[in-house]
């Protein structure tokens, strides 16, 4: 499908400006949330979260700024959010080191699975 390779690339461009120091998968391990800081920011953390999930049979990306000095959402700014899978049967992530690999397989079995592995890059 198109949106298997849509999903790799914005997979791997989260996963390569992340932050080394954390990344937060859920218990389902389909839900991955990574931070990252602004170009030439001298904060001490990061100000921008991105998350990728599944929601129903449907993967979307979002990308939302974190209250400033701590890891937590700011839920005062409004994130953006965008489809980038549909017919997804299963998305599941697994943390390795500095990388993080994904899998997804989509309900149509003729449909090639997504296999993909990012290394976060950032301190």
């Not at 990252?36 to 939302?64: C, M």
């Not at 890891?71 to 959010?81: L, V």
């Not at 449909?111 to 950032?122: H, T």
Request: with cysteine; charged share 25%.
């Amino acid at each position: 499908a198109a949106d298997g390779f849509l999903v790799q690339r914005v997979f791997d461009s989260v996963c390569r400006k992340a932050s080394l120091r954390k990344c937060f998968i859920n218990d389902a391990a389909d839900l991955l949330e990574v931070y990252y800081w602004d170009k030439a920011s001298t904060a001490e953390t990061p100000e921008n979260y991105s998350r990728i999930y599944l929601q129903g049979t449907n993967v979307f990306v979002e990308h939302g700024k974190l209250t400033a000095g701590t890891w937590q959402i700011n839920q005062q700014i409004s994130p953006s959010r965008m489809l980038i899978a549909s017919d997804v049967e299963r998305l599941f992530f697994e943390p390795q080191e500095r990388a993080i690999r994904m899998y997804l397989t989509y309900q149509d079995k003729t449909v090639m699975p997504v296999v993909s592995s990012a290394v976060r890059r950032n301190k």
